[in-house]
């Protein structure tokens, strides 16, 4: 499974614990010990996903994969600018609330328009947007949490 990768194990838990960090909430709930996040993030009942500070995607649990309708290397390394229309108006929308939740830290119930691999389109409802530092504070990436979507 990909979340068993020492990459993707560490990535998970760098999710988790930025969401900690910004939200002041658990991003899983229960006790969980830290060799179990990785799984228990994989296997969440929410859609999380997280891109590096190039916009990369480096992560996505099997509710993101499957939401987007692409396998873990399709999904892994693809620009995250996929995961919206390619239209001036809703890229500059996605960006704009990428560079807020930079400078505020995190944004909480956010909505907006996303498509699939294929092009179906989809709202998400809800959704927190947070930024991901390293230990002193740089801008390493961003990720996403929701549980709930509507197709269009």
Request: proline content about 1%; aromatic content about 10%.
């Given at each position: 499974q990909p979340y068993e990768a020492t990459a993707t194990v560490m990535q998970?838990?760098?999710?988790?614990?930025?969401?900690?960090?910004?939200?002041g909430?658990?991003?899983?709930?229960?006790?969980?010990?830290?060799?179990?996040?990785?799984?228990a993030l994989w296997n969440a009942?929410?859609?999380?996903?997280?891109?590096?500070?190039?916009?990369?995607?480096n992560y996505g649990n099997k509710a993101a994969l499957s939401l987007w309708r692409l396998s873990w290397d399709e999904f892994v390394g693809l620009p995250s600018t996929k995961s919206a229309e390619d239209d001036e108006s809703v890229q500059s929308e996605r960006r704009e609330l990428l560079d807020r939740a930079?400078?505020?830290g995190y944004i909480k119930d956010y909505?907006?328009?996303?498509q699939t691999s294929d092009g179906r389109k989809f709202k998400i409802n809800g959704a927190t947007v947070?930024?991901?530092?390293?230990?002193?504070?740089?801008?390493?990436?961003?990720?996403?949490?929701?549980?709930?979507?509507?197709?269009l």
């Open positions: 998970s838990l760098t999710i988790c614990g930025s969401y900690k960090d910004r939200t909430e658990k991003l899983l709930d229960g006790t969980i010990l830290v060799q179990e996040a990785a799984k009942p929410f859609v999380c996903a997280s891109h590096d500070a190039s916009d990369v995607f930079a400078k505020d909505s907006g328009i996303r947070w930024t991901i530092t390293d230990k002193d504070g740089k801008k390493t990436g961003q990720a996403v949490r929701f549980d709930t979507f509507s197709w």
